[in-house]
């Protein structure tokens, strides 16, 4: 569903537009409210960033480094910076084969100095993939899901892990 809506949604002057986007919109889309916000309170966040171009994942070297500084400002719309986390899973843990940034918030109680996985620290956010690439090298990690969210200490934390990190460190779901 992600890929189709890259493919054919985000281009509005597209010969077909119309006829071929299942849910036609008047601007292209590159930030989109995720189906896990479907009846759940308001003050419940989970958000999706998706480049305008096909993006496999976090493995695609198409991927760009803009588009976290994107979904961060997105984020500050509706979350505290304390509260952020943007998460992208794994390859065996994606459902969808398009890159896509979920906008989610911290679960309560997180610490974020003890993250019990590949931890590096950045000042800012237009080098993640490459910080993430450089790290997964050293620990020798051929796949891997990523965590970004704020230091304590000033910058950002960018922790690597193996398992979905939408699930490890964020509220994913609401209760209705």
Same mark, same amino acid.
């Not at 479907?38 to 003050?43: D, R």
């Given at each position: 569903m992600l890929l189709h809506i890259v493919e054919e949604c985000t281009n509005t002057q597209k010969p077909g537009y119309c006829e071929k986007c299942l849910a036609p919109q008047r601007q292209a889309m590159c930030v989109m409210r995720d189906i896990k916000m479907?009846?759940?309170?308001? $003050?419940f966040? +989970?958000?999706l960033v998706l480049p305008k171009a096909r993006v496999t994942g976090i493995e695609d070297p198409k991927r760009t480094e803009a588009i976290w500084q994107f979904a961060?400002?997105?984020a500050r719309q509706r979350l505290d910076t304390n509260e952020i986390a943007l998460a992208v899973n794994p390859p065996s843990r994606r459902s969808q084969n398009q890159l896509h940034v979920h906008l989610v918030r911290l679960k309560p109680g997180i610490n974020t100095d003890s993250?019990?996985?590949?931890?590096?620290?950045t000042q800012n956010l237009t080098n993640v993939w490459a910080v993430a690439s450089e790290s997964a090298l050293? +620990? $020798?990690l051929k796949e891997y899901g990523l965590l970004v969210t704020s230091d304590q200490q000033g910058g950002y934390l960018v922790v690597l892990t193996q398992d979905s990190p939408e699930m490890l460190y964020t509220q994913a779901y609401c209760t209705p």
């Open positions: 479907c009846g759940c309170p308001k $003050q966040v +989970h958000g961060w400002d997105i993250f019990g996985n590949v931890t590096v620290r050293k +620990h $020798q």
